[in-house]
């Protein structure tokens, strides 16, 4: 589903990946966890197009980006980013949804003007969105008169509108106040148990250890161990993923 | 913002109907025109234009004036109307040229220099220069005295040549007609030495003032055409020779005290009859009689600030979008642009458009010229109100946009301008109150909105103070809804932001 390979990404004349591997399976959920700066964010944002990288090449359901440089980008791979895009949903770990439009214009805006859909289905479809986040009494309010945690909800809907074939979380919880969390983790363990293929970058080992088929850990930029959760979290091999986690874990 | 953008579009699209409306001047030769058309289109500057052309002091959105009875005589002879065209008297010839009007008259001295760039009909008023000095004044007799004394002068005048050519004399240009007796009443002033027609109108009637010595100097003026009006000029001759043998041309220059054995060189007649209509009388006319025309010049500042707002809002986006999105050389042109119309004065952009293109074959009329002048320049600020609010949105609004497969452009519509805006509102609408009173400098380029009428007004009542308040209020009733506006815009906006 989602395939990457020999991914390299400079900041300038730091050199943050050094040719990445990773493969993604239909239905597969993989979360990426380590500590903040370690690049799990940054890949994510590569896969969706958001950060250029210099070398290597990511392959969402068949459509391939290459090495991309922020100066030349060609009409070839613009179209290839947005397609990309149209195959992974994204949620951000700032929700950003827009201010100036109401939950249910939100949630349609895109598949209205992007995938053409008829206004009546996309409303159709964003209610019982709605209902499934359990946030159909919000539908008229503005992202403003929401809470964090009802934000993000509604992000995710609205990336769900779109019916991804991969959806990618960039530390969904982060900036939420602890009470939160829970409401969001369990929109996303719902998805999950559907069976939609997802990458997750977060902090929350507990969750990462309840959904993930596999656990990757990053540090600085490498992939220092990757397998499935009971694994890594009861035997890491290496010593830096030992750190990390005795850190984290404590 | 939506309804506001409406109106102003609306504006627009009148502003365009009107300016294609007016008829195109081809093909016929220019006496058909002036009769097919109805009216002599007259080119004149009634501001301080007395007694040559101003607002009648009792009616003042009537011109009166030798010169309007002259024009209305040669229009009647030619079976049309005389309509007055109002027009910078500094720039009288070149908009002629451009063929702003028929004909220019308005104390127009013939001169060999001009004489190259146009046609003059044969002369209608012999002028001299009169010297006007306080009335206790016991050193200054005649012109033969200013040496080291300051004498006021209009520029480009006749006598301004004379008083270089007395050397020694220091020498005030002034560019109204009123101010330097003003000046002289005031003190600030040893003498003036204009025209004499001016000097009659502004001098003699003020009791503080007196003339000194007999005139000097003696010049024609005549009646401007473009060279190529041959025919016209022959018609103009012909009724000014009718006129001066009927003795109407005579009867008018009785009629405006203007009359004096020089013209005699001119007309075989002699009458005399004396009726004045004297400043005293202007400034004792109630100020409501003024009303009219200050509304009309204030209607016009109205339509021209709407005008170009709408042109500047549209540019000005334009600008930003190519600035911040564009590829590198058009980024950097629409940066180039922003900061050179910053950079210049408004003044020198609205002469280059109006009086400058002309010389590269591009006339644009006053009123386009005015919107491009104003709309072009204030784009430039506008741009650079969008910009910061452009900036102002997160950055991860856009990432959210895109990530949902919008394109670039679908984006800054649907999500990034409409926020932008909201940010940019207060000062859209600051610049919105700031381009309406920098309208007044169209006023430079033949238009006749609210400050060019205060100054007409004002030059030939001489009462600056209380039009002058009066002025300042309507500008202050035009704008003050526009902050009241802006502020209801923001609440609103600010209501569905929460």
Same mark, same amino acid.
Not at chain 2, 19 to 43: H, M, V
Not at chain 2, 146 to 159: C, E, I, P, Q
Not at chain 2, 368 to 386: H, K, R, T
């Given at each position: 589903m989602i395939t990457v390979r020999e991914l390299h990404k400079y900041y300038g004349a730091q050199h943050l990946f050094k040719g990445i591997n990773?493969?993604?399976?239909?239905?597969?959920?993989?979360?990426?966890?380590?500590? !903040?700066?370690?690049?799990?964010? #940054? /890949?994510?944002?590569?896969?969706?197009?958001?950060?250029?990288?210099?070398?290597?090449e990511i392959i969402v359901d068949g459509i391939e980006l290459h090495s991309i440089n922020r100066l030349t980008p060609g009409k070839k791979d613009m179209e290839a980013i947005r397609n990309v895009r149209l195959k992974a949903g994204m949620v951000f770990q700032q929700f950003n949804l827009f201010p100036h439009m109401r939950v249910l214009e939100n949630i349609i805006e895109a598949p209205v003007r992007v995938l053409g859909l008829e206004k009546n289905t996309a409303v159709e479809n964003a209610l019982s969105l709605l209902k499934r986040i359990n946030l159909e009494m919000k539908v008229h309010s503005y992202p403003g008169e929401l809470s964090g945690g009802e934000q993000q909800r509604v992000a995710i809907a609205r990336a769900l509108a779109m019916k991804p074939e991969a959806m990618l979380f960039d530390e969904p919880t982060s900036s939420l106040d602890p009470e939160m969390v829970g409401e969001v983790l369990s929109v996303i363990k719902g998805l999950v148990n559907e069976g939609l293929t997802t990458l997750i970058a977060t902090h929350e080992m507990g969750f990462a250890r309840e959904v993930a088929d596999r656990v990757v850990i990053f540090d600085k930029g490498d992939v220092i161990e990757t397998g499935p959760p009971d694994e890594i979290f009861a035997n890491p091999k290496t010593e830096r993923a030992k750190t990390f986690l005795s850190r984290i874990l404590s | 913002m939506k309804r506001l953008l409406r109106i102003l579009s609306l504006v627009t699209g009148l502003a365009i109907l009107i300016y294609w409306a007016t008829p195109s001047q081809f093909t016929e030769s220019s006496i058909e025109k002036i009769k097919n058309r109805g009216y002599l289109l007259w080119g004149s500057d009634a501001e301080g234009g007395a007694p040559y052309v101003f607002p009648a002091p009792e009616e003042p959105s009537k011109l009166i004036g030798f010169e309007v009875d002259l024009a209305e005589a040669i229009a009647r002879e030619l079976g049309v109307k005389a309509r007055q065209s109002q027009?910078?008297?500094?720039?009288?010839?070149?908009?002629? +040229?451009?063929?702003?009007?028929?004909?220019?008259?308005?104390?127009?001295?013939?001169?060999?220099?001009?004489?190259?760039?146009?046609?003059?009909?044969?002369?209608?008023?012999?002028?001299?220069?009169?010297? %006007?000095?306080?009335?206790?004044?016991a050193v200054i007799n005649d012109t033969t005295q200013l040496k080291g004394k300051k004498v006021g002068t209009l520029s480009g005048a006749v006598a301004q040549d004379i008083l270089e050519n007395l050397g020694g004399v220091d020498i005030k240009i002034y560019s109204g007609q009123a101010e330097p007796y003003e000046d002289l009443a005031l003190g600030r002033l040893d003498a003036v030495l204009l025209d004499l027609p001016i000097a009659a109108y502004y001098g003699k009637p003020n009791p503080k003032l007196k003339y000194a010595g007999p005139p000097v100097g003696e010049g024609f003026y005549g009646i401007a055409l473009r060279k190529e009006?041959?025919?016209?000029?022959? +018609?103009?001759?012909?009724?000014?020779?009718?006129?001066?043998?009927?003795?109407?041309? =005579?009867?008018?220059?009785?009629?405006?005290?203007?009359?004096? +054995?020089?013209?005699? =060189? &001119?007309?075989?007649?002699?009458?005399?009859?004396?009726?004045?209509? !004297?400043?005293?009388?202007?400034?004792?006319?109630?100020?409501?009689? /003024?009303?009219?025309?200050?509304?009309?010049?204030?209607?016009? #500042?109205?339509?021209?600030?709407?005008?170009?707002?709408?042109?500047?809002?549209?540019?000005?986006?334009?600008? #930003?979008?190519?600035?911040?999105?564009?590829?590198?050389?058009?980024?950097?042109?629409?940066?180039?642009?922003?900061?050179?119309?910053?950079?210049?004065?408004?003044?020198?952009?609205?002469?280059?458009?109006?009086?400058?293109?002309?010389?590269?074959?591009?006339?644009? !009329?006053?009123?386009?010229?005015?919107?491009?002048?104003?709309?072009?320049?204030?784009?430039?600020? +506008?741009?650079?109100?969008?910009?910061?609010?452009?900036?102002?949105?997160?950055?991860?609004?856009?990432?959210?946009?895109? !990530?949902?497969?919008?394109?670039?452009?679908?984006?800054?519509?649907?999500?990034? &301008?409409?926020?932008?805006?909201? %940010?940019?509102?207060?000062?859209?609408t600051n610049d919105f109150i700031a381009l309406f009173k920098d309208s007044s400098l169209v006023s430079v380029i033949a238009m006749v909105e609210l400050t060019k009428t205060y100054n007409i007004l004002a030059a030939s009542t001489l009462r600056f103070f209380e039009l002058g308040l009066i002025v300042a209020f309507l500008y202050f009733v035009m704008s003050y809804p526009l902050s009241l506006l802006a502020r209801r815009l923001e609440e609103k906006l600010k209501g569905s932001k929460k």
């Amino acid at each position: 589903m989602i395939t990457v390979r020999e991914l390299h990404k400079y900041y300038g004349a730091q050199h943050l990946f050094k040719g990445i591997n990773l493969e993604v399976q239909k239905g597969e959920v993989v979360v990426l966890i380590g500590p !903040s700066g370690s690049g799990k964010s #940054t /890949f994510l944002r590569c896969i969706n197009g958001l950060e250029y990288f210099q070398k290597g090449e990511i392959i969402v359901d068949g459509i391939e980006l290459h090495s991309i440089n922020r100066l030349t980008p060609g009409k070839k791979d613009m179209e290839a980013i947005r397609n990309v895009r149209l195959k992974a949903g994204m949620v951000f770990q700032q929700f950003n949804l827009f201010p100036h439009m109401r939950v249910l214009e939100n949630i349609i805006e895109a598949p209205v003007r992007v995938l053409g859909l008829e206004k009546n289905t996309a409303v159709e479809n964003a209610l019982s969105l709605l209902k499934r986040i359990n946030l159909e009494m919000k539908v008229h309010s503005y992202p403003g008169e929401l809470s964090g945690g009802e934000q993000q909800r509604v992000a995710i809907a609205r990336a769900l509108a779109m019916k991804p074939e991969a959806m990618l979380f960039d530390e969904p919880t982060s900036s939420l106040d602890p009470e939160m969390v829970g409401e969001v983790l369990s929109v996303i363990k719902g998805l999950v148990n559907e069976g939609l293929t997802t990458l997750i970058a977060t902090h929350e080992m507990g969750f990462a250890r309840e959904v993930a088929d596999r656990v990757v850990i990053f540090d600085k930029g490498d992939v220092i161990e990757t397998g499935p959760p009971d694994e890594i979290f009861a035997n890491p091999k290496t010593e830096r993923a030992k750190t990390f986690l005795s850190r984290i874990l404590s | 913002m939506k309804r506001l953008l409406r109106i102003l579009s609306l504006v627009t699209g009148l502003a365009i109907l009107i300016y294609w409306a007016t008829p195109s001047q081809f093909t016929e030769s220019s006496i058909e025109k002036i009769k097919n058309r109805g009216y002599l289109l007259w080119g004149s500057d009634a501001e301080g234009g007395a007694p040559y052309v101003f607002p009648a002091p009792e009616e003042p959105s009537k011109l009166i004036g030798f010169e309007v009875d002259l024009a209305e005589a040669i229009a009647r002879e030619l079976g049309v109307k005389a309509r007055q065209s109002q027009n910078a008297w500094d720039s009288l010839i070149p908009a002629l +040229e451009r063929g702003d009007f028929d004909i220019a008259m308005n104390g127009l001295e013939i001169t060999p220099q001009r004489e190259k760039e146009i046609l003059f009909s044969i002369p209608y008023y012999i002028y001299t220069e009169q010297l %006007v000095v306080k009335k206790d004044e016991a050193v200054i007799n005649d012109t033969t005295q200013l040496k080291g004394k300051k004498v006021g002068t209009l520029s480009g005048a006749v006598a301004q040549d004379i008083l270089e050519n007395l050397g020694g004399v220091d020498i005030k240009i002034y560019s109204g007609q009123a101010e330097p007796y003003e000046d002289l009443a005031l003190g600030r002033l040893d003498a003036v030495l204009l025209d004499l027609p001016i000097a009659a109108y502004y001098g003699k009637p003020n009791p503080k003032l007196k003339y000194a010595g007999p005139p000097v100097g003696e010049g024609f003026y005549g009646i401007a055409l473009r060279k190529e009006d041959g025919e016209l000029k022959k +018609e103009v001759d012909r009724i000014l020779l009718k006129l001066l043998q009927t003795g109407e041309l =005579k009867q008018i220059y009785e009629k405006w005290d203007l009359w004096n +054995e020089t013209q005699e =060189k &001119l007309f075989l007649n002699l009458n005399k009859s004396i009726s004045y209509t !004297s400043i005293e009388e202007s400034r004792k006319a109630p100020v409501y009689t /003024f009303f009219p025309m200050l509304l009309k010049g204030a209607g016009l #500042t109205i339509f021209i600030s709407f005008v170009s707002m709408a042109l500047a809002i549209t540019l000005g986006l334009s600008l #930003t979008i190519i600035r911040l999105y564009g590829k590198p050389p058009l980024s950097s042109l629409s940066t180039a642009y922003i900061e050179l119309y910053r950079g210049t004065p408004l003044l020198i952009q609205l002469y280059i458009l109006y009086y400058g293109l002309p010389n590269i074959g591009i006339s644009l !009329s006053p009123l386009v010229a005015a919107f491009l002048g104003l709309g072009m320049n204030y784009a430039a600020y +506008e741009a650079e109100i969008y910009r910061a609010g452009i900036m102002s949105v997160p950055k991860g609004q856009m990432e959210a946009a895109l !990530s949902l497969g919008m394109t670039q452009n679908l984006a800054l519509r649907r999500v990034i &301008l409409p926020q932008a805006l909201r %940010v940019a509102t207060p000062g859209i609408t600051n610049d919105f109150i700031a381009l309406f009173k920098d309208s007044s400098l169209v006023s430079v380029i033949a238009m006749v909105e609210l400050t060019k009428t205060y100054n007409i007004l004002a030059a030939s009542t001489l009462r600056f103070f209380e039009l002058g308040l009066i002025v300042a209020f309507l500008y202050f009733v035009m704008s003050y809804p526009l902050s009241l506006l802006a502020r209801r815009l923001e609440e609103k906006l600010k209501g569905s932001k929460k």
